[in-house]
């Protein structure tokens, strides 16, 4: 009977330590803010003229690695050009203090080009775009368009000739933006 009263005990002891720590909340960033060794970041003022560009030497939050109240009062945009997406991220300076307004965050996903053989694989996610233009190219000379319209995903198999030995381009245009992989066969 000591023993079950004792192992009641403990249990109890046990579950109120853990409920106690329920309740206390964890802070994390975004997941926008979170930068790593080799992104490349750009800042540009209201008019799109860009203040600073440059890659990221270290990996950890935005708000740490890059001091913005050194910037003139007014709302600059900020591009975090990362392997797969750019993070898009609005803040505002003003009176030496940053505010990041959350409300204009974009996401933009980038194409996947690979190689294999006398294929071209190409992927992309359109979930931020309503049409995505393809076209490839063989030693500058155009061999294939292809425009794609709605949200679908991008997932394409290209069949290049194998007699045709060389430099190939292909460019993917969504977004307002132009992505450009070169590939030889």
């Known amino acids: 009977?000591?023993?079950l009263l004792k192992n009641i005990l403990v249990l109890a002891v046990v579950l109120g330590t853990c409920t106690s720590y329920a309740n206390t909340t964890i802070n994390t960033t975004s997941?926008?803010?979170?930068?790593?060794?080799?992104?490349?970041?750009?800042?540009?003022?209201k008019a799109g003229e860009v203040v600073y560009s440059g890659r990221?030497?270290?990996?950890g939050n935005i708000e740490k690695l890059y001091d913005f109240s050194q910037l003139?009062?007014?709302?600059?945009?900020v591009e975090v050009n990362k392997d797969f997406e750019i993070d898009i991220n609005s803040i505002q300076v003003k009176?030496?203090?940053?505010?990041?307004l959350e409300t204009s965050n974009k996401k933009i996903f980038k194409p996947v080009f690979r190689s294999e053989d006398s294929k071209v694989i190409i992927s992309k996610l359109a979930m931020d775009t309503n049409e995505m233009v393809v076209e490839l190219y063989f030693e500058n000379d155009l061999i294939?368009?292809?425009?794609?319209?709605?949200?679908?995903i991008l997932n394409r198999v290209y069949k290049l000739d194998q007699n045709l030995k060389g430099n190939y381009t292909a460019i993917?245009?969504?977004n307002g933006r132009v992505?450009?992989?070169d590939f030889k066969l």
Do not use: C, Q, W
Not at 72 to 77: A, L, Q, S, V
């Open 31 to 45: 997941p926008s803010k979170d930068l790593r060794k080799g992104d490349h970041i750009s800042v540009s003022n």
């Open 179 to 181: 992505f450009v992989e």
């Open 56 to 59: 990221i030497n270290y990996n």
């Open 1 to 3: 009977m000591k023993t």
């Open 95 to 100: 009176n030496n203090k940053v505010t990041y």
């Open 72 to 77: 003139e009062d007014g709302i600059y945009t």
């Open 172 to 174: 993917i245009r969504a």
């Open 144 to 152: 294939h368009t292809e425009t794609i319209k709605g949200k679908e």
